[in-house]
């Protein structure tokens, strides 16, 4: 069965902080790994990972995928209380199209 | 751009009745998915449609599920009865281009409907 493990799934840090969010999947006909923020509303794009070793930043955002191993991490460098969320991990695999396998999520708090 | 648009935003009903939610994707997308996501778990696939053809609703229970995206543009997901566990929150997403892989496909996810069951 497919399936996508998020850890861990609640984390409290204070500001200036650095985090370290863990994914491994196992996804039949995976393509990509993506990862979404979810605050109150409906999840907001990060990033996309498609090639192994290879990382995307975005600010203090910055995540890496591993093929071998089959996980990714997402790392949050100086954190702010604006970085409380859900972080979501999915992987993109192909049906007759293209759909999302997404993970529980870590729950990141952030303290001033 | 406007983006995804559902409602309503909340719901509450009582087990056993019927509710039904609406979505209208970003003008121009060709496939459009709901999800279901229950408090502290991630969104589950419940329907991809492409255009208005269902390209994959395995986890829909269609037994008391339906949903349906007739002229291709918006859709309607229904439930018939409601169960308590059917408590979650109903994310409408849309994407482009359908059969592609990269941004290209990127899903842009709607506000959701908020459903409470009691």
């Known amino acids: 069965e497919d399936k996508v493990v998020q850890s861990p799934l609640s984390l409290v840090v204070h500001e200036g902080d650095t985090v370290t969010l863990n994914c491994s999947y196992e996804v039949t006909n995976f393509r990509s790994l993506l990862w979404y923020k979810q605050e109150k509303k409906a999840p907001t794009f990060l990033f996309m990972l498609t090639s192994s070793g290879i990382e995307k930043k975005s600010g203090r955002l910055s995540s890496i995928l591993d093929k071998k191993e089959l996980s990714s991490i997402l790392n949050i460098t100086a954190t702010q209380t604006g970085d409380s969320a859900i972080y979501l991990c999915a992987g993109y695999y192909s049906n007759s199209g293209y759909a999302l396998n997404f993970g529980k999520g870590t729950s990141l708090l952030v303290t001033p | 751009e406007a983006g995804v648009a559902q409602s309503p935003r909340y719901k509450i009903i009582e087990k056993r009745q019927s509710v039904a939610f609406w979505c209208n994707p970003i003008?121009?997308?060709?496939?459009l998915y709901w999800y279901q996501q229950i408090l502290g778990q991630g969104p589950k696939l419940l329907i991809q449609f492409q255009n208005n053809g269902v390209v994959d609703d395995s986890q829909l229970p269609k037994d008391r599920f339906s949903a349906e995206r007739l002229k291709g543009v918006d859709s309607t997901l229904k439930i018939q009865p409601a169960k308590l566990e059917d408590s979650a929150v109903y994310l409408c997403a849309s994407s482009p281009i359908s059969g592609t892989s990269g941004r290209a496909n990127e899903q842009f996810f709607g506000p959701g409907t908020r459903l409470t069951v009691l």
């Open positions: 003008s121009g997308h060709a496939t």
